[in-house]
């Protein structure tokens, strides 16, 4: 499924996430990472943890409704992959991001923007790893 | 008003996840592609979150303490193992395979798609099946950041 090469929309977006690390840093002195604040939504803690993390994520699941005041256009959704695939990977991202403890925002961004060695370390295995993961499922098996 | 905050925080990095084109999985995979259908749009988003946040950082940590908390709260470790890179591995593999990453999805359930929440699922239960993975372990250190 072809895409169209959007690097005016991708880098103002880009701006817009680190925008939002950059204010949450300033004002509750977190990291901006969606694996913890989905993670620590799902882990007993006390009612001021739970309620920040759940105004976060009230707030991101408002975007594309933003977007389409702003723009007149939802963000397109397009899921080239079969059910299986979709919850098969789920499954090992939910694994893979406990176990290394964040993902592409907590890591890729915040961690990275801290100069973190471990951040730093998880990126570079990550981004490696989808990279070979697509070649194998598009070009070796051919899905 | 800490919650006023946190929901227009949540609001901007969302609008900037759709507006992105992360919270689309035919473009995330379509980078990651370079042999095929290659879309190298999410070199713009990741290099302008990196350069925005890394300017942030540098002026918010100037403040010896949040607006609205007492302290920072960032982790600490340096230690490199098999945990991180091991998980890393994983997240990768899942995400090359769905093409959603928890970033990407969770503003994406916005959209109301079905395929959001099929996906959204299936990663709180491997979180928790990590979790569970964790304490049959025997270990104690706390895992998810």
């Not at chain 1, 397009?78 to 403890?101: A, D, E």
């Not at chain 2, 227009?8 to 689309?24: E, K, P, Q, R």
């Not at chain 2, 490199?80 to 969770?106: E, H, K, M, Q, Y």
């Amino acid at each position: 499924m072809e895409t169209v090469f959007t690097p005016w929309a991708s880098l103002g977006g880009g701006v817009l996430i680190g925008l939002a690390a950059t204010l949450l840093m300033l004002f509750l002195g977190r990291i901006m990472g969606a694996t913890g604040i989905l993670a620590g939504l799902l882990t007993p803690s006390s009612g001021s943890e739970f309620a920040w993390r759940g105004a976060v994520l009230l707030g991101m699941v408002s975007g594309p409704l933003a977007l389409l005041v702003i723009t007149g256009n939802m963000p397109a959704v397009q899921v080239p992959v079969s059910t299986p695939m979709l919850i098969g990977g789920g499954l090992l991202v939910g694994v893979g991001v406990t176990f290394g403890s964040g993902c592409t925002s907590g890591h890729g961004v915040c961690g990275m923007a801290r100069l973190s060695p471990r951040s730093i370390a998880a990126t570079l295995t990550f981004m490696i790893a989808t990279f070979a993961t697509v070649y194998v499922v598009r070009h070796v098996i051919g899905v | 008003m800490r919650l006023i905050f946190s929901y227009l925080i949540g609001l901007v990095f969302g609008t900037g996840i759709a507006l992105s084109g992360m919270a689309n999985p035919a473009k995330v995979l379509n980078f990651f592609d370079v042999a095929g259908s290659w879309d190298p749009s999410l070199i713009f988003v990741m290099g302008g979150a990196l350069v925005t946040t890394f300017i942030g950082y540098r002026l918010v940590f100037g403040r010896t303490a949040p607006v609205l908390a007492d302290a920072f709260q960032v982790p600490v470790s340096r230690t490199i193992d098999a945990r991180l890179l091991g998980g890393s591995v994983v997240f990768g593999v899942g995400w090359g395979i769905a093409g959603f990453c928890p970033g990407g999805a969770l503003p994406a359930l916005g959209t109301g798609r079905w395929e959001v929440f099929a996906f959204t699922a299936a990663v709180i239960a491997g979180i928790f099946l990590a979790k569970f993975l964790q304490s049959q372990g025997g270990r104690t250190r706390r895992a998810a950041a």
